[in-house]
């Protein structure tokens, strides 16, 4: 699946829905959980799986897998 998003070279883990994770076929590892803080300061779960990521511009491609944290955004 395409689609654009943010990229923050800065960050300390990629997040996204749950609900992307699942849309895409990810095996979501439930035993693998840890907790964050959103920006408005409220506690979110967050369980990982392994996704295969691609950026691309124009015709430079860097593409790499990596464990990704989803969320249920309430």
């Not at 840890?34 to 950026?55: K, Q």
């Amino acid at each position: 699946i395409s689609f654009l998003a943010l990229l923050d070279t800065g960050a300390d883990a990629t997040l996204l829905p749950r609900s992307l994770g699942e849309a895409i076929g990810v095996r979501i590892d439930e035993s693998r959980q840890s907790l964050a803080t959103g920006i408005g300061g409220e506690e979110l779960i967050v369980h990982l799986g392994d996704v295969g990521l691609e950026v691309s511009t124009g015709e430079e491609r860097y593409r790499w897998w990596t464990a990704v944290g989803f969320v249920v955004y309430s």
